[in-house]
């Protein structure tokens, strides 16, 4: 298990290195770089009164950027394993002492050390993203914003009633572990190396630590449109949680 974990991150961080230049065209169409998702995630800041945030899996910067353009005051980090990216964020205009180099399993920071911690679309590019959401509610004092995808929202309806049985069954990793012969991961020329993730499996983990949680679909292709009341569990190829302690 180690040595397949230590590969895939390889593959994942050799794949972002090699396209740090191009990061940013290549994800602009994700609907976790969606305009109106900062806009929804810089509101409930607001609301809260955040006075600093972290950025986990930060890549080139672009989620500072337009957080400290929506808030000059306000004290924001990120972490980002890939020397890279760090490097190409900071030409970006990030100031190098707002990022740290350092894993999403490992924070590099002590309990409760920011107000509010985040992460776009960084959960289903990790193995064990548990792991990276403990650490997440670790640091965070406030809120917790995990922007990713949701698998239940992909393919035709039959497929996605599917895939909700096989989780609930407990079948989903056996019939992963097949349909990857045994990687567990896919890999794609736009997204690199990728588990198959969504939201709600992180929402019992989260909901342990949260008085209140709030579901947002994120497509921004029309997709999100609410068609029954499964939405956004079975109608939204990701979701954005925003998870609040009072």
Known sequence: MTKTLN????????????????????????????????????????TLDVKSVLDVGT?????????KAAFPAMLVCGVEPVAALIEQA??????????????????????ASFDAVCEFAVLHHVQNPSA?????????????FICDSNRFGQGSRAARLLKLALYKSGLWGPYTYVRTRGKGYMITEGDGLAYSYSVYDSFELVAQWADRIILIPTDSGGEAKATSWFHPLLNSA?????????
């Open 7 to 46: 590969r895939a991150t390889e593959i994942q961080r050799k794949y972002y290195a090699d396209t740090a230049t191009r990061y940013d065209s290549m994800h602009a169409h994700e609907a976790s770089s969606d305009p109106s998702i900062m806009k929804f995630v810089c509101g409930m800041l607001q």
């Open 59 to 67: 890549a080139t910067g672009s989620s500072i950027r337009s957080l």
């Open 90 to 111: 900071v030409r970006s205009g990030v100031p190098r002492e707002a990022l740290f180099r350092a894993s999403g399993e490992a924070l590099p920071f002590s309990d």
């Open 132 to 144: 990276v959401i403990k650490e997440m509610l670790r640091v965070a004092k406030r809120a917790v």
């Open 238 to 246: 990701g979701v954005l949680l925003c998870a609040v302690k009072d």
